[in-house]
Each structure stands twice: as structure tokens, then as C-alpha cells.
């Protein structure tokens, strides 16, 4: 199968923060490869902005070496790297000052698209976009995009919702949650509402429950003092957790554009229950004893040894709407886990009634949607177990994995990044969270992360490498069910 690209308009995209961390290892390896797909048209420039003082040629030999460090092995062609990042700028700018901004008019064209790209800390975001203001950057072809986090809690994310509205409408803002561009996801809207089979089960008629698992096995590595501040709540629930759910949860939008999938996203949301504090367990996990150097304890890695922060949530949530009423959402997120592994799964109830008899004994469907690795869906299924000696049932799955049943070329591997970055030139916002949806879902998180600060609430320690504590092993036994198992 051939996939389809199609070139998008000429813009300019301004990089702020283009020489960080996240420009080098996601967004310039992105554009790259968008470029070799044939998708930025000619006319597309790209300017990296920072403080550094360093002169066009030094700027686009750090990109080079970025390319080559942050592309799977053997991918980069040479000299494509080479027409690529000849055409690069740079300028030396301080979002705090007054240095390189009259540079960076001289550089922008009228006319095409102006992306500008905020990929530095939030404290800047203001900063930024009061100055693309003053010098006169922001006309009706300008937008920005910004990075998490979207705030810490619901006052900061106000706050930032505020200093941005002051220069630009909502229709410019793009806020970035890389998860929303992974293809699987996308794909979720898709298996969804493009076909007659599951939307009729799509509730808590059929479905008994439904479980969400973002695992990582790395620890906190060299991130541990910004971690720290931050938690699995804020760093994972409050953003990729939460859409995954909206998403799963979600009425069907009248139609696929932005403003209607966002309308219905935000609807689930507000009509989340709050969540009870035994209904929540939190961990942090030990050091591996097999390699304690390479795999420190949390505390140590946070460098705060009587950190409290969590580097594990498991909760069960409800969602209070005609849909989902009796049906409990289980989250799961952690790291320093057993494998690495992000799945969605929807637990069909059983049969009503089983003309097969007790021992056939009980089996029931899961849609397991899988977002990495290996991206795909797989459905499961009952069927007779082959062979003599009567009617045994096994489960089995069917299974999609999309490089499989796509080929080569349309199981091509479109980073989140990529792909949203692309979204933003055509101007399509479907991908990218809405203000009123992330200060709805602060609204939500705030009392839980208040609750444990008034208890004194201390994480649970965990193996490193496990399945997380034994509390939320627990969490699901109780009410008779069992966590999928995460498997790399
Ligand atoms: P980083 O490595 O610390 O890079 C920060 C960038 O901002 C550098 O290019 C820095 O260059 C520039 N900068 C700092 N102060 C500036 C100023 N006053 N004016 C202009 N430029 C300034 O950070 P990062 O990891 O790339 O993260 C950037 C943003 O993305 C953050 O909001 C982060 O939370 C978010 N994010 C990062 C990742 C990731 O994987 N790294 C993932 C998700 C979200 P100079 O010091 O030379 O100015």
C-alpha cells in the first residue's frame, strides 16, 4: 500500500527553544523526515531562536548532529540532510529582552503561514507572546504552539490561557499532547465511528469495564529534580491519561472537526466523578537490587529522600453520563515497570448465558487497542477449542498489527511530533487540546493532588520492574477483576 502525502502550504516556523533538548530530539528529526516524505514544499523555512549566540553555520551543523542522533539507525540520508538543513536560519533572540527580535522580523515573509513554536519553559510563554505582538508577528496566518506542561494546577493553567488570549484567539493556539498524534489514537475516532460494529456496544450495557496502561520501564533518569515537582499525576494523568479517555468515552462528534471532537471531549470530562481517595493508590518505586547503581531508587534519582511524590497512579474512575453509568475506567500509569507498554482495553461483559455449561467456564471480549509498541488492535475472541472431546472454548485473538496487515509502506512510521506539526501549518486543530478542556481537567485533578497533601498522603514503594504496588493489584480484586498484564 502507497501512502498518500500531500505537500502542505509554504510557512515560515520559528523554533523558540531551537536548540533545547525537545527541538534536537523530536521536532527537527520530525521536520526531517516530513521533508524526505515530500511534504514541506520548497518555499518552507525553518528558524531556530534561542539566547545562544551562535551564527547560521554553527546552527544548522548542531541540527546535523541532532538528525543523526535522534533518527533510527541508518534512516538519514546523507544528502538530503545536507538540502535540508541548508536552508535553516537562526537568531539569536531572548524572550525576556529586546535582543534579536528586529532580526527575526527581517526574517519572517507575508503571506504564508507563521508557525511559531514555543519550545521552552511555560514561564516564557507570556513572554513570547507579547513580544511576537509588539513587533507586529501576529497576523491571521500567525499560531503558535505550545509544550507541556499546561500548567501545574488549575490557577497556573488559567493564568497561561490568559497571557496567551491577550494576543492571540483561540483558533491560533495549538497545545501540543504528543499523544493525541500518535496513529493508533487516531485511529481509535476511526474504528469507532467508521463502522457498524462496535458503537451499538460502545456503552455500559455491554462493556463492564474499561482500562487504560501507560507503562514505562525507565526511571526518571536525568529528569529526577523536574519530576519531582511534577508527578505521575501532572506528568501523565492529568494530560495523555485523560484524552486516552475522552477519546475512548466520547459521544460521537456531528462532525470530524476540531471544535465538535473537542466539544464531546470536553463534555466527558466535566462529567467525570470525582475520584474516592481509597479509589487511588500511588507508589514509588525501589531500586532495582539486581543494579542499584544503573537503577537507583526514585528518591535517589529525585535526589529528595523524603520525597513524597508518586511515580505510580492506579485509580477507577466513573464518568456520570446516560453512557457510562455503572461502567468503572481503571488508569494505570508508572514507571520503572516490568515492560513498556501503552494499551487500551475494553472488557465486554460475558454471555448473558452460557448454552455450554459450567466447565466451558467464563470468556468474554476484549478490544485491546495497543499505542506502543507495535501499534495495533487485536479483538478477542471465543471459539471452540480444535480437536475431539467435546465442545472446550479457548479465547483467541484477532489480530491487527498495522505494519502487518499495511505493508511497508502504509504501516510507515509518522512520529506523533510529525504528524502534529503538520497539522499546525494546515491549520487543523482537531489534535490539540482546547483551553477550556485543559483547565476542565486541572478542575478535576486539583482536589485529588490537594487530598493528598492534606493527608500527608506517602506513596507506596515498588519493585522497580514490576507490575507497580500490590495496593493496586488489590484496587481491582476487590471489585473481582484483574489488570491486563503489561507486556513489552
Ligand atoms: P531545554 O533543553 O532546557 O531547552 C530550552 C531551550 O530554550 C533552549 O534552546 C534554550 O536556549 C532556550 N531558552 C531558554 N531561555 C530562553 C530565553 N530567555 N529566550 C529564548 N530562548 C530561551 O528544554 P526542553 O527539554 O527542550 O523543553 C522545552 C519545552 O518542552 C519545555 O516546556 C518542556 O517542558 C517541554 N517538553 C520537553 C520534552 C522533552 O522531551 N525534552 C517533552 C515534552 C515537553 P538558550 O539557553 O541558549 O536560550
Redesign the pocket.
Known amino acids: 500500500m502507497v501512502s498518500r502525502v500531500i505537500p502542505v502550504d509554504p510557512f515560515d516556523l520559528v523554533i ?8 534536537r ?2 521536532i527537527l528529526p520530525g521536520l526531517f523526515r516530513r521533508y524526505c516524505a515530500g511534504q514541506m514544499p520548497p518555499e518552507a523555512r525553518i528558524i531556530g ?4 549566540d551562535i551564527d547560521d553555520a554553527a546552527y544548522r551543523e548542531m541540527v546535523r548532529d541532532a538528525i543523526n542522533e535522534f533518527s533510527d539507525e541508518g534512516s538519514v540520508d546523507a544528502d538530503k540532510l545536507t538540502s535540508f538543513i541548508a536552508d535553516l536560519s537562526y537568531v539569536a ?4 529582552g529586546e535582543t534579536g527580535w528586529r532580526q527575526l522580523v527581517t526574517h519572517m515573509r507575508r503571506g504564508v503561514v507563521r508557525a511559531f513554536y514555543f ?4 514561564s ?1 510563554f507570556g513572554d513570547l507572546a507579547e513580544r511576537l505582538n509588539n513587533h507586529g508577528l501576529t497576523d491571521n496566518n500567525s499560531r503558535i504552539v505550545v ?3 499546561f500548567g501545574r494546577d488549575l490557577a497556573s493553567a488559567r493564568q497561561l490561557n490568559q497571557d496567551l488570549a491577550a494576543f492571540f484567539d483561540e483558533s491560533q493556539i495549538y497545545r501540543i499532547d504528543h499523544y493525541l498524534g500518535k496513529e493508533t489514537v487516531q485511529n481509535l475516532m476511526a474504528v469507532r465511528f467508521g463502522n457498524m460494529l462496535f458503537e451499538p456496544l460502545w456503552n455500559s450495557q455491554f462493556v463492564d469495564h474499561i482500562q487504560i496502561t501507560v507503562a514505562e520501564t525507565v526511571g526518571v533518569g536525568g529528569r529526577g529534580e523536574y519530576y519531582d515537582k511534577s508527578g505521575a499525576m501532572r506528568d501523565m494523568v492529568q494530560n495523555h491519561l485523560m484524552q486516552l479517555l475522552c477519546l475512548i468515552a466520547m459521544e460521537p462528534p456531528a462532525r470530524f472537526d476540531p471544535d465538535a471532537v473537542r466539544d464531546e471531549k470536553l463534555k466527558v470530562i466535566r462529567a467525570l466523578e470525582p475520584v474516592e481517595p481509597h479509589h487511588i493508590i500511588r507508589g514509588q518505586y525501589d531500586a532495582d537490587p539486581t543494579d542499584p547503581v544503573e537503577n537507583p531508587s526514585y528518591r535517589e534519582g529525585a535526589e529528595n529522600p523524603s520525597s513524597k511524590t508518586e511515580s505510580f497512579i492506579a485509580m477507577k474512575t466513573h464518568i456520570a453520563n446516560w453512557r457510562w453509568a455503572g461502567t468503572p475506567f481503571y488508569l494505570r500509569t508508572g514507571k520503572r515497570l516490568s515492560a513498556r507498554s501503552s494499551e487500551i482495553s475494553v472488557m465486554f461483559k460475558d454471555t448473558p448465558h452460557s448454552i455450554f455449561g459450567e466447565e466451558a467456564g467464563r470468556h468474554r471480549n476484549v478490544l485491546s487497542i495497543r499505542l506502543q509498541p507495535n501499534e495495533g488492535m487485536q479483538l478477542g475472541v471465543t471459539i471452540k477449542e480444535p480437536g475431539p472431546g467435546g465442545m472446550r472454548l479457548i479465547d483467541v485473538p484477532l489480530d491487527m498489527s498495522f505494519a502487518d496487515a499495511l505493508g511497508p509502506d502504509g504501516g510507515e512510521n509518522v512520529d506523533a511530533y510529525e504528524r502534529l506539526i503538520m497539522d499546525v501549518i494546515r491549520g487543523n486543530q482537531t489534535l490539540f487540546m482546547r483551553g477550556d478542556e485543559v483547565e476542565a481537567a486541572w478542575t478535576w485533578t486539583d482536589p485529588i493532588i490537594e487530598g493528598w497533601t492534606k493527608r500527608g498522603d506517602v506513596p507506596k514503594p515498588y519493585d522497580s520492574h514490576s507490575a507497580g504496588p500490590d495496593a493496586s493489584t488489590q484496587l481491582m480484586r476487590r471489585d473481582g477483576r484483574e489488570w491486563r498484564e503489561v507486556t513489552p
Request: no cysteine.
Open positions: 523558540f527553544g531551537g536548540t533545547g533538548d525537545l527541538a530530539r523530536k531562536a534561542a539566547r545562544a533572540i531572548d524572550a525576556r519550545s521552552v519553559a511555560p516564557l509544550e507541556k506542561p
